[in-house]
């Protein structure tokens, strides 16, 4: 290995991936440096069961769309690692995997980025930083308080209900992660006790067409931040929960109260062997509702705009309502084993040694270029579109960016381009 590059990836992912083909396709040399291997964060930080909750058709990534004969599927974990892996061999990227980057800095002097390596130091006219946001697993310090014979895991150690001890589950996080996690021990007749937050709910179907179908037609795929009415707010937002298993199907907490497991409002607080919780379970599940109604309302008023004929659908009604809020419960009690945290994950860019963050450690951009000359993000949701951080807003991301690195780039011989500052 050479220790200059024009171009330095961090990050072997879809992002990375993604730029790496712009990037080739230009003839603009360039590495990545993946600390890992390919596929790793799909393969080894998602459970089991796990798959997208956005058809198949979605994965658009620049020159490799999805290829299999299933476009309105949703792909498994274990699909998802050979779509990525089968992208890579499909243009054969420059990559290094294994190497970890430890900091990135820019030598004002020569005009150069710095990285510091696990396998020693390289030097770049300029650095895409392409790792996400799901950098640690964020766990509230409450958690202490459980004693050692409980088992704690959070949502990106789950593997499945088989490798949980026997006994009953608290799951605390009511997003994409803890519904999904939540059913996948349900189903197979575990007593599952879920924390209920403020993440709001989709349908699945609608009027015919899968919601995704809708939303892509009414352009919310589109949608830039600047546009968006909650401008930068919308990336601190919760996901909808929603589920592709098994062909995709609506998540619907109520249902799951019929069927026997136990909801709660948000967890508040844990006092020797009491949980307490906070009395908004009413409240999330009604907002929760409302947010799915108002999706139903939009593709209504689409449909009746363009005189689409399309199958009405009943009026929702709530099959559960909790008759009263459980304020606590003894854990020992009942016989509660394992505690699952599906509390999200937190940034952590420290490694990026330039002035470009916020005080939340956020990067400050505009569709990913910083105020650091030779400095980009990549990969990070709402970048630039809801899609940003999706396999299906990806491509028009890279390619921007892998055209302003074009910009800034002269020939050194035919079809090859070389970073200048």
Known sequence: MKKHYSVIVVGGGQAGLAISYCLKSKGIDHIIFEKNHIGYSWQEKRWDTFCLVTPNWQCTLPGYHYPGDDPDGFMERDAIVEYIRDYAKSFNPPIKEGLEVFSVKKNTSEGLFELATSMGYYTADKVVVATGNYHQAKVPTIAERFPESILQLHSSDYKNPESLPNGEVLVVGSGQS?????????????????????????????????????????????????????????????????????????????????????LYGSLKDIQGDKLE??????HNLDRADDVAESIKRK?????????IAAPTEPEYRPAWEPETEVSQLDYKKANITS??????????????????????GYPNHERGVTSV???????????????????SGIARDAQYLSDRIANKMKYIYPGTLLAVN
């Open 178 to 262: 803890g519904c999904q996690i939540a059913e996948d021990i349900h189903l197979v007749g575990r007593k599952v006790h879920l924390c209920v937050g403020s993440a709001p709910r989709s349908p699945r179907e609608y009027r015919g067409k899968d919601v995704v179908y809708w939303l892509d037609r009414l352009g919310y795929y589109n949608l830039t931040i600047a546009n968006h009415p909650d401008k930068e707010n919308v990336r601190t937002k919760t996901n909808h929960y929603v589920s592709g298993r098994g062909g995709g199907h609506e998540i619907d907490l109520r249902i799951f109260a019929i069927e026997g497991m136990q």
């Open 277 to 282: 919780f906070k009395p908004n379970l009413k």
């Open 299 to 307: 593709i209504d008023e689409y449909i009746a705009k363009n005189q």
């Open 339 to 360: 505690v699952i945290w599906c509390t999200g994950y937190q940034a952590d860019f420290s490694w990026v040694k330039a002035p470009v963050f916020d005080s939340k």
């Open 373 to 391: 000359n030779g400095l980009y993000f990549l990969g990070l949701p709402w970048l630039y579109t809801w899609g940003s951080g999706r396999f």
